[in-house]
């Protein structure tokens, strides 16, 4: 199945700068727990952010001993660079041109670096753009933009998960799954924009950076610890179930079903972790507080304010920009911003 990707042995390296920006996605139906080579132990969903985004520029010198130096944000990373070096090396079947040279890497993100919003997702997506520009100008024979665009997901894949999803706009399914013609455990593909209720396409994505620093545990470890987890199997089936009433309910526009079903994902993720052996526990205690304000408002007003989590204490606060997001933008900033650790908040929509 992977054949489909691998590169031509023909090819002309030269000295290039090439650069690409990649937006970061926040997941719907939560991606935890995966086999050998990065392929999902379930379908995933998720919704791509406008502002939260990583650039990166690629110097590449050909005929250089292959080595690799990156920089974020004007810093030299030696971690990341060797990170980087050890993927590189994994994907050489895919761009057989990939260690024939020196690469000076530099990476900038557009949301601050210590706060807690992976950066993995849009920084591994940028990365493989900028492996696909160039495999462009080295290959001796051209491809289709989608072709292109298919391949820097699967690549992003092999380097984050999450990745592959941020290769495109919109709401992105990752993983195979009979409610979505053409999905894949290799990349992503766009879940397409004519099945989605205009409520769905107007979205607010307000992160509040609860915790800001490094996570105590790491996503791959914790999708490690799936392996031995004994719900783990029950996980994973509900993970492809939802599927299918997430696809009514989209195409419906039934907001109550949506929040109900998100929350859930987000609330199961982290039981997941609890349930772990070891155990770990990434929320904090001001993740709870908003949880339990944002239920309150919800209860008392009806607006339509509701959360999810990724792998770590901060919370995404999801509405859709209507008639009722003055009064929830309001409430955010005079209730839950207090439970942030900096006062940190990240004001995304998501992309369309
Ligand atoms: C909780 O993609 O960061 O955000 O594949 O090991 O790099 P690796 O993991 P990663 O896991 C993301 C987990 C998640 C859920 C999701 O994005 O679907």
Known sequence: MENQFLGNQHFNISNQVVSATCPSNIALIKYWGKYANQIPANPSISYTLNHCNTQTSMEFLANEPFSVQTFLAGNEELKFAEKIEKYFKNIEQYLPWILKGKYVIKTENTFPHSSGIASSASGFGAIASCLMSLDEIFSTDNHQPSVINQKASFLARLGSGSACRSLYNGLVVWGKTDEVE??????????????????FKNFNDWVLLIHEGEKSVSSTVGHGLMNTNPYAERRFQEARDNFVPLKEILKTGNLEKFIKLVEHEALTLHAMMMMSEPAFILMKT??????????????????????????????????????????????????????TQKGGVVKDVMKF
């Not at 053409?182 to 409520?199: F, M, N, Q, T």
């Not at 949880?291 to 999810?308: A, C, D, Q, V, Y």
């Open 286 to 339: 001001g993740t709870l507080e908003v949880i339990n304000k944002l239920w309150s408002f919800r209860k008392e007003t009806g607006h339509p304010l509701f959360f999810t989590l990724d792998a770590g204490a901060n919370v995404h606060l999801l509405f859709p920009e209507n008639e009722s997001s003055d009064a929830i933008k309001n409430f955010i900033e005079t209730e839950l911003l207090q439970h």
């Open 182 to 199: 053409g999905s894949s455990d290799l990349y992503a593909v766009k879940y397409p924009d004519e099945e989605i209720h205009p409520i």
